[in-house]
């Protein structure tokens, strides 16, 4: 079993949908999660950083952890074409050891 | 802030030739950066880590004669495709996390398109 799991999609949604998406992990070790946003030929760009269980917002994008679930997620709101990318969720354990998820491919249709 | 430049962003070359990628923070200093390659469709899959001043650590199966790492300062590290074969061709990505911060995130680069032909 892999220690972060991320559905691979592809994940295809009108504009203006809400976009939810997930990971879950393992192991309690891991503290720190993030989310990059990847367009095609290009390199990750981080969007969301958190290391507590609860809700982060920065505009159209919610982060939420939680803890006791190992289970963290991404929503997209009022979702745009130009949201149409790769998402991966990182997780940093104690110990300062990065762990990805595949990514999930998402397309938004106009 | 946290901008990683990566240059040349494309690279098309003979069979044989060596290529150099450099990895640059711009705003802020990484004692770590890493170097990962990345398949069409396909997950990032790290290469290496490498740590200002000494030896990078290498993932199994990656050459570490084949793919040179240098991380000589605090905002610079190559990497180096030794006589390179079409099957190296792939597109590239380094990473850089800042030093003095706990458990600060990875920022990526734009990645470099290596073609070999």
């Known amino acids: 079993q892999k220690e972060v799991e991320q559905d691979p999609g592809p994940l295809s949604v009108p504009e203006g949908a809400i976009v939810s998406l997930n990971c879950t992990y393992s192991?309690?070790?891991?503290?720190?999660f993030m989310w990059y946003r990847q367009y095609s030929r290009k390199g990750p760009e981080l969007l969301m950083y958190?290391?507590?269980?609860g809700n982060k917002e920065d505009g159209r994008f919610t982060a939420q952890v939680d803890k006791s679930s190992k289970y963290i997620s991404l929503f997209i709101r009022d979702s745009q074409p130009s949201d149409s990318a790769t998402y991966l969720c990182a997780m940093i354990k104690t110990g300062n050891q990065f762990y990805f998820g595949t990514g999930t491919s998402l397309t938004v249709i106009p | 802030g946290a901008v990683v430049s990566q240059h040349p962003s494309r690279v098309i070359c003979k069979s044989g030739t060596s290529v150099k990628i450099e990895c640059r923070s711009l705003?802020?200093?990484?004692?770590?950066m890493f170097w990962y390659r990345q398949f069409p469709k396909q997950s990032l899959m790290l290469m290496a880590t490498?740590?200002?001043?000494?030896?990078?650590?290498?993932e199994q199966g990656v050459e570490k004669d084949k793919f040179l790492i240098n991380h000589a300062s605090l905002t610079l590290s190559t990497l180096t495709v030794t006589s390179a074969h079409p099957e190296d061709s792939s597109f590239y990505i380094c990473?850089?996390?800042?030093?003095?911060?706990?458990?600060?995130?990875?920022?990526f680069g734009d990645g470099t398109r290596l073609s070999i032909l």
């Open positions: 705003d802020f200093q990484a004692t770590t």
């Open positions: 490498s740590n200002e001043g000494s030896k990078a650590t290498y």
């Open positions: 192991n309690s070790a891991f503290q720190y």
């Open positions: 990473s850089a996390r800042a030093t003095g911060l706990p458990a600060s995130p990875q920022h």
């Open positions: 958190t290391y507590s269980s």
